[in-house]
């Protein structure tokens, strides 16, 4: 038994060292490399993170423009600098991002650096179903592993290897997917839907294309507009709680913590489905309004756009015309400006200063907000 | 173990160790009426019973939805719960391993019947038979009489088990983590994108996918050697250096070697094998590998895969093996023959639709020059060439055995440069592992 004890330690002891040695090699020579090929924005989300002292946190709303309207390419952030001259403005868009990765990427935020002011948007599309178990889900995963505090770098390239994420095929999360639409009922305590499951509702939409009811062209959107609304949302919902870590993470490193909601065409699930899906719509966002209102700093922008401001006009999404970004952009500056840093002038129109980056320069155009 | 092995499957998908459990208890209960049955049609009615309700197992979970294709009643089954419930469960996942534990449990059955096994009476010691999860998802297949007699013998911990178990396992993770892995990553890229391609990139990839599927099966049957063998339990060899058999028949004698095994004691003899001239042995040969292909997946090019097989199989037995020439030269060029044949019928096997493959025979002999090129990393290179020279010249005997001439510090110089390769070059792409979808 001595013998057995005396080689497995040797053994230890010199695994021990190699993975040491491994470490240190892997360290010095090739996980700067690897961080770009594996997490492409890690170094200019950590630039902007510790060089500014507003931070905006969004997803691919806060960069999409109209290409056929809009006269301004200007994005949600960069807004947000233009109504607040004296600030530093970072922006930081990851396309397809969620609450679940932003709670993983803000772990690199520092107590005494970096924004004093975090401004994160919260689109309600991704605390659904389609979201949920959306085709990205894995690569994103392994994407924010290399945000983690916790992990050295040879143990992240470890983890990359071993697929040590939630790591769901294409197949698994359409199983998931196709699951939850036919067994998560639509109907809570306050809100009782026409049909009793998402399944149950694409049936019916299927029936009205094949008695042609619905028009072709609607039908495609019609389907969509079911499986990115069709859900309700509660407190166990692991997004919110990814939501919470974040609240908790930010009071802990105080920053002051803005909650955006971002607007959602509200306007053509009415003209598809009448009361039916805007119930359940209306229904979460007051959720949200309520959960989060005494928690954090809110803006609730869920209302402000119309059909027509949405770029693409046949599927759910939150790509505004610069109207509506400059509008969610004034709102934010507003609450920063009287609820965040009260020495900060109110911002309108008037405080809105082109100037502030030379390629703004040539701004021409005024809107009148709503 | 019998609980660490359902801890295993089901902690995946518990409704698929419900199934296995299931189909198990159905067999043991089979077996056990065929021992005691009065007459041999009624050991006859209870092997049927058995036989059929695998299948039916196989057919609802992995041919079901291929049966039905996109039929409107393939629609109307998804609209009622427990339909709903069994294609969301097959269309989606195929239970891991399903044609593993079905042949396995299928062989046990059969002996029983041919009375060349007594069946087990403990239901318990039956299902950890089927379920011992070193190889429960993707072999090797193991026979009744091998892998019973092992499970429930008295082992105690022995270091020899252990340091060669482990052995065995590092080389595995090696295979799958740096070698499969990483051209599969190769791989991928090429099939995703097969028009953009160019000659000398679609030869390349298919090299690539020979290699990895090689890498990836070998690996997982070492990782499941090396896993039992740290239990005492010494699983089969699936593999022997398939890439320098001379001929296809030499080949499958190499190549999955538990699965060759089961085809040949349970399909190819009884259908007639090679006693009974020539006609029959061509049948023989074409409904195994027809059987293997549909075994391997359900879809036409699957069955392609397996006929082709079938096919090659006839010819190197039939007209190759006539000529006779002593020469080196010449066993390295069936050598070559050989691995070119099975290399390119690989393309029915990785192709993901019917008129993929034909796509790339009009690239690979066709000469363009594409849009782009395949990049091969270099420590891709390296890794292959690693294997290929271990695999082909080097390694004689298993891994474990070949390391042991070695002294400590040289075999622990190589763990170290496996364990520094697993850990920083690993493929970043999750592909799991290839038989798992069998």
């Not at chain 1, 001595?2 to 996980?31: D, G, M, N, P």
């Not at chain 2, 002294?407 to 390769?421: P, S, T």
Request: include cysteine; aromatic fraction near 18%.
């Amino acid at each position: 038994m001595k013998e057995i004890v005396k080689k497995i330690t040797l053994r230890i002891v010199i695994f021990i060292v190699i993975l040491i040695s491994a470490e240190w090699l892997y360290q010095t020579f090739l996980f700067k490399e690897d961080v770009k090929l594996y997490c492409k924005n890690y170094f200019t989300n950590d630039s902007i993170i510790n060089n500014c002292n507003i931070l905006y946190v969004g997803e691919s709303s806060n960069t999409s423009f109209n290409p056929w309207s809009d006269s301004q390419n200007y994005s949600i952030s960069e807004y947000l600098q233009l109504f607040l001259p004296e600030q530093k403005v970072g922006g930081i868009t990851q396309h397809g991002y969620h609450l679940g990765l932003f709670e993983k990427l803000l772990q690199n935020l520092k107590k005494d650096k970096g924004p004093s002011v975090v401004v994160l948007t919260l689109n309600m599309r991704n605390l659904g179903i389609n979201s949920k178990f959306g085709g990205n889900e894995s690569h994103f995963q392994q994407e924010v592993l290399f945000y983690n505090q916790n992990y050295t770098p040879l143990m992240k390239r470890i983890f990359v290897s071993f697929h040590f994420y939630k790591n769901d095929n294409d197949l698994e999360l359409e199983r998931e997917k196709v699951k939850t639409w036919r067994t998560q009922y639509l109907a809570n305590s306050i809100i009782q839907s026409k049909y009793s499951t998402v399944r149950q509702w694409l049936n019916e939409v299927e029936r009205k294309k094949y008695e042609r009811s619905i028009p072709a062209v609607y039908g495609a959107m019609a389907d969509a507009y079911i499986k990115e609304f069709g859900f309700l949302i509660d407190e166990n919902d692991e997004r919110l709680i990814a939501l919470n870590k974040i609240i908790e993470r930010c009071k802990q490193i105080n920053k002051k913590l803005i909650l955006h909601i971002l607007p959602e065409n509200r306007d053509y699930a009415q003209q598809l489905f009448g009361s039916e899906l805007t119930q359940l719509m209306d229904y979460n966002i007051d959720f949200l309004q309520k959960e989060y209102n005494e928690r954090v700093e809110l803006v609730n922008n869920y209302l402000i756009s119309n059909g027509t401001d949405y770029t693409d006009q046949f599927y759910p999404t939150e790509h505004y015309n610069a109207r509506i970004r400059k509008a969610i952009a004034m709102s934010i500056a507003k609450k920063i400006s009287i609820k965040v840093n009260p020495n900060l002038p109110i911002p309108n129109n008037q405080t809105f200063n082109p100037d502030v980056k030379q390629k703004f320069a040539d701004s021409l155009w005024v809107y009148n907000f709503k | 173990m019998l609980l660490a092995s359902y801890f295993f499957y089901g902690y995946w998908k518990l409704e698929f160790a419900a199934l296995m459990a299931f189909t198990s208890i159905i067999d043991w209960g089979c077996a056990l009426q065929i021992h005691t049955a009065q007459s041999k049609q009624k050991a006859l009615f209870w092997l049927w019973l058995s036989i059929l309700s695998n299948v039916a197992m196989l057919f609802m979970f992995k041919y079901f939805n291929f049966a039905l294709g996109t039929t409107s009643i393939s629609q109307k089954l998804e609209n009622h719960q427990l339909t709903a419930w069994i294609i969301e469960l097959g269309k989606y996942t195929i239970p891991a391993g399903i044609s593993f534990y079905t042949f396995q449990s299928l062989s046990y059955i059969i002996d029983v019947y041919r009375k060349q096994e007594e069946p087990e009476r403990n239901v318990l010691k039956f299902m950890l038979f089927v379920s011992f999860f070193p190889q429960l998802v993707a072999g090797p297949i193991e026979r009744f009489g091998k892998l019973h007699s092992q499970l429930f013998a008295t082992h105690s911990a022995k270091w020899r088990n252990i340091s060669n178990g482990l052995r065995i396992a590092l080389y595995g993770l090696f295979l799958k983590i740096c070698i499969a892995d990483n051209l599969a990553n190769i791989v991928d890229t090429y099939y995703s994108n097969i028009q953009a391609f160019g000659t000398v990139s679609s030869w390349l990839a298919i090299f690539c996918f020979a290699f990895q599927v090689y890498a990836d099966f070998f690996g997982y049957s070492l990782l499941a050697q090396g896993s039992a063998l740290l239990f005492g339990i010494d699983l089969m060899d699936n593999f022997n250096k398939p890439y320098t058999a001379k001929s296809i028949p030499e080949f499958w004698h190499r190549w999955h070697i538990s699965l060759s095994t089961w085809f040949k004691d349970y399909i190819f003899v009884p259908v007639g094998g090679n006693k009974k001239g020539p006609l029959v042995l061509a049948f023989a040969v074409l409904l195994v590998f027809f059987t293997s292909g549909l075994w391997h997946g359900a879809a036409t090019t699957m069955i392609l895969f397996g006929l082709t097989q079938g096919f090659l199989y006839l010819f190197d037995r039939f007209l190759f093996s006539k000529i006779k020439i002593q020469n080196h030269l010449w066993d390295k060029f069936k050598q070559l023959k050989t691995f070119v044949f099975f290399m390119l019928s690989l393309i029915y096997f990785r192709a993901e639709s019917t008129d993929q493959p034909s796509k790339i025979w009009k690239k690979l002999w066709k000469f363009s020059a594409g849009e782009i090129d395949l990049n091969i990393p270099v420590y891709v290179v390296l890794f292959l060439l690693i294997f290929t020279l271990l695999d082909l010249y080097i390694m004689k005997d298993r891994v474990d055995i070949w390391l042991r001439k070695f002294q400590f510090w040289q075999r622990w110089l190589m763990y170290a440069f496996v364990i520094m390769a697993i850990c920083i070059f690993g493929g970043a792409t999750l592909h799991p592992f290839v038989y798992f979808q069998f």
